[in-house]
């Protein structure tokens, strides 16, 4: 195939992603122009399998030989691809962090594309799980190329990058999902289909919020290491700030150390995170202080009031708004009490967050205070029903009266034209 056709192919593939296609363009043009390792690529047809005219390097004009070394300037394939003038061609496994970290490990160099970026990825790396098995020889485990492909590699802000958020669970599943790939490392292959079903998995992957945590977030990027029994509460607290200085404070701080019990996900989960409800506290068979509680101990009984007091709280609201929606649907004046049950839902946060707290006397004190704000949104929403009904009343004996008098008047009509008569 002609190169010229190639290239017309390529630059016509990239009118589908606006804004960069001139920018490619240019560069395609003055690589084939001047990289014969590129123009003999496209000759033979012999182009990377992954090769995608997207990768970022590409576009900021880095060749073959910008990371497999040679003499793009020769044609001659012995002289460009001649290891006294740097060729590499492709790396061992092993080394690929350092062949990477040739540019992205130089401040000076990344500065240049990206003044404020991160260039101790590969430093991070070697702390990681991942790093340390390949440093004692298990070339099974993800290096760079891994995540982030090798020759079709856009920005991560770019949604078909592999670690754009939505897709970050998908790429991490090629590996930790597969049973075969995973056999000897004694880890479950299923984290993809809990997460999945998880309540930050179901923003992330049906929902498309890309601000929901995604592998990454609890386990790292570079340096990805599953966080430790004192880490747990603090990983989960980077997006639950509330709830972990609640812990943090809370009778149940020290026991759960002291027990090895990992904070947050001894009662939430870890891949598989429910969404939360009020009957996880409680004595019901849905609670989870069951689990380590036996009836009439301390937990037990502490558990039992906090639930009692979300109960009544969560009572009050669904009364108000239920009165509120009476309101509404009636076409009565809802400002105020739409104002104070935004102000009670707002309380109702905060008392389920003080659950974290496991003391009952500030869940009750913190629930009556929404109680009362309830109460004052159901007292004006039933004056305004009365008000509604009182109108109502009130046009019904009107009309009568209008009735009646008009009923009258007709009568009285009738009696003046047979008089004239």
Known sequence: MKISLIVSMILAGMLLYPGTTIVQAEITDQLVAEDNCVSCHLEMEILPADFQKYDIHLQRGLSCAGCHGGDPSSDDPEESMDPKKGFIGKPALKDIPQFCGKCHSNIDFMRTYRPRIATDQVQQYYTSIHGKKLKSGDTKVAECVSCHTAHAIPSGKDGRSTVYPLNIPSMCDKCHGDSEHMKGYKIPTNQFEKYARSVHGINLLENKDIGAPACNDCHGNHGATPPGIESVSHVCGGCHVNNLDYFKESPMSEPYVDLEIHACEQCHGYHEVSKTSDEMFGVSEKS???????????????????????SNFVSAYDSAEAQLREVQKKGMDDVEVLFLLKEAHQVLIHTRTLT??????????????????????????????????????????????????????????????????
Do not use: W
């Open 288 to 310: 989870v202080c069951n689990e380590c509680h036996t009836e009439a101990d301390a937990g037990y009984i502490a558990a039992q009031k906090i639930h009692t007091s979300l």
């Open 356 to 421: 974290h707290t496991f003391t009952p006397s500030k869940v009750e004190e913190k629930s009556q205070e929404g109680i009362e704000k309830s109460r004052q949104a159901l007292e004006i929403a039933s004056l305004e029903i009365e008000d509604y009904y009182f109108r109502r009343r009130g046009f019904g004996i009107a009309t009568l009266f209008i009735t009646v008098l008009v009923i009258a008047l007709f009568f009285r009509i009738r009696s003046m034209d047979k008089e004239e008569k």
